[in-house]
C-alpha cells in the first residue's frame, strides 16, 4: 500500500508522553487557534506553519530541519519555539519574497480546527505525496472534506501570475498537466485514499478534539483554484487565451477562477468545484 495515514499506539504514547509534553501542547495551542496544521503520514505527523514544515514528529521524538535554523538570527526576547516559527517565516521571505500562494492558502488551513470559526467544509491535509505509481514525489496542495456529504476532494492552488497559469498565446499551460496527473493518482488508489483518510481522522479527533465522521467519497478528477485572477476589463489577450485554455481542457466544473482581492470560504471554493 503507497498511501498511508496512520500513527500507532507506541507514537502516540511518546506524543503524550512527559518527554514531549511541553513541545506538544505548544503546538496543540497553536492548532486550536488556527496557526499550525498537523499533517499525519506513515507513522509521523509534520506540523506546518506559514508554508513550512515547523516540526516533524517521528520515531518517538521532534525534530527540525536544520536548513531552516540559519534564518533568522536567534532573539533573546523569544522562546526557542517562537524563535522557530519566525526561523520558518524568515526562510519563505528570504527565499521566496511576497509568496502569495502559500500565503493565501495558508488562511484557510486553520479551519480544520479553529473553534473560532465554523465551517462545512474543511482543509483535511496538505502539502500531499500520493506515492502511488503516477506522480510519485509531486505534491498535491490541499485535500477539502465536506462533513455534510462525506465527500473529500483534491486541489491544487495557483496565482494567476504563475508561469504555469498565465501563458502567451499558442502555449499549454502546464498546469493542465499537472492537475491531470493528480486526477490520475487518485483514480489509481481511490479506495486505498478514502480508507487512509478515515485512519487520519481518528487520529486527529483522538489528539485534537475534534469529532468528524470517515469520509464515504473522493471526488474526482482533481480540482484547481487559481488566485488573484485580474478583473475582466483588465485582461489581456494571453490571459484570456489561458483561462479559456485551462477551463476546456479541465472542465468548467473543475476549476474556479478568484478575482483579485477575493478571498474565498472553504465553503465557497467547495460549492464553486462540486457543482
Not at 498511501?3 to 507514537?11: A, G, H, T, V
Not at 519555539?81 to 520558518?88: F, H, I, L, R, T
Not at 499549454?172 to 492537475?179: F, G, M, S, T
Request: charged share 25%; with cysteine; proline share 3%.
Amino acid at each position: 500500500m503507497s498511501f498511508i495515514r496512520s500513527l500507532d499506539e507506541k507514537q502516540i504514547s511518546a506524543l503524550l508522553g512527559d518527554k514531549n509534553t511541553e513541545l506538544f501542547n505548544l503546538l496543540k495551542k497553536d492548532i486550536l487557534s488556527g496557526v499550525v496544521f498537523p499533517a499525519i503520514r506513515k507513522n509521523e505527523i509534520y506540523f506546518y506553519y506559514e508554508g513550512g514544515c515547523l516540526y516533524k514528529f517521528s520515531n518517538g521524538k521532534f525534530s527540525r530541519d536544520k536548513n531552516f535554523e540559519k534564518y533568522g538570527c536567534e532573539d533573546g526576547n523569544l522562546s526557542p519555539y517562537e524563535n522557530a516559527k519566525k526561523q520558518v517565516v524568515s526562510k519563505f521571505t528570504s527565499t521566496k519574497g511576497n509568496d502569495k500562494e502559500r500565503r493565501l492558502l495558508n488562511a484557510l488551513y486553520g479551519l480544520t480546527f479553529n473553534r473560532k470559526h465554523f465551517f462545512d467544509t474543511v482543509v483535511l491535509d496538505i502539502e500531499v505525496n500520493l506515492n502511488g505509481n503516477i506522480g510519485a514525489g509531486k505534491k498535491c496542495d490541499l485535500v477539502l472534506y465536506n462533513l455534510p456529504s462525506g465527500e473529500i476532494m483534491f486541489v491544487e492552488g495557483k496565482v494567476f501570475s504563475d508561469r504555469r497559469v498565465n501563458v502567451k498565446c499558442g502555449s499549454l499551460p502546464k498546469v493542465i498537466e499537472q492537475v491531470n496527473m493528480y486526477s490520475s493518482a487518485i483514480a489509481e488508489q481511490a479506495q486505498t485514499i478514502i480508507s487512509q483518510y478515515a485512519n487520519h481522522i481518528e487520529i486527529i479527533n483522538r489528539l485534537f478534539g475534534t469529532q468528524y465522521p470517515a469520509p464515504k467519497k473522493l471526488v474526482q478528477p482533481a480540482k484547481l483554484l487559481v488566485y488573484e485572477t485580474p478583473l475582466t476589463v483588465n485582461l489581456t489577450e494571453n490571459n484570456s487565451y489561458s483561462i479559456d485554455t485551462v477551463t476546456s481542457s479541465l472542465g468548467t466544473n473543475n476549476v474556479v477562477f478568484v478575482k483579485k482581492e477575493e478571498r474565498p470560504s472553504t465553503d465557497e471554493i467547495w460549492n464553486s468545484l462540486c457543482k
